[in-house]
């Protein structure tokens, strides 16, 4: 579980393609409208406001009410728990190349 929000894994909300795609669109702009963003897939506004929700639950987008309408921003402080593991294994994979590089010059010799 994410440390940002117990209700749902910041892994899990990212896990879908439109989630991810919902997380870019949200990156490039301060706010968007649900209205704004449910143009931009081939779905409903329900569908995207489901996928929202998700992200809302695991703490990656902030919404507010502005009259009728709901707006949306990125809160990309806990995609920190993804880069951290991700670093780990970029480590992992620079040290096995190192290794192979190695092998492969001392084969040359």
Avoid: C
């Avoid at 989630?19 to 449910?38: G, M, N, Q, S, T």
């Amino acid at each position: 579980m994410s440390e940002n929000n117990p209700l749902r894994d910041v892994f899990d909300a990212i896990a879908d393609p439109t989630r991810r795609r919902l997380i870019r669109l949200l990156a490039e702009a301060e706010e968007i409208p649900l209205h704004e963003l449910a143009s931009q897939f081939p779905m409903g506004r329900t569908a995207v406001s489901k996928h929202l929700t998700i992200l809302k639950e695991a703490g990656l987008v902030l919404d507010r009410k502005v009259g009728r309408e709901t707006r949306f921003r990125l809160n990309a402080s806990p995609l920190k728990e993804v880069q951290d593991w991700l670093a780990f294994y970029s480590k992992f994979w620079h040290t096995n190349l190192l290794r192979l590089n190695q092998l492969l010059e001392e084969e040359e010799e």
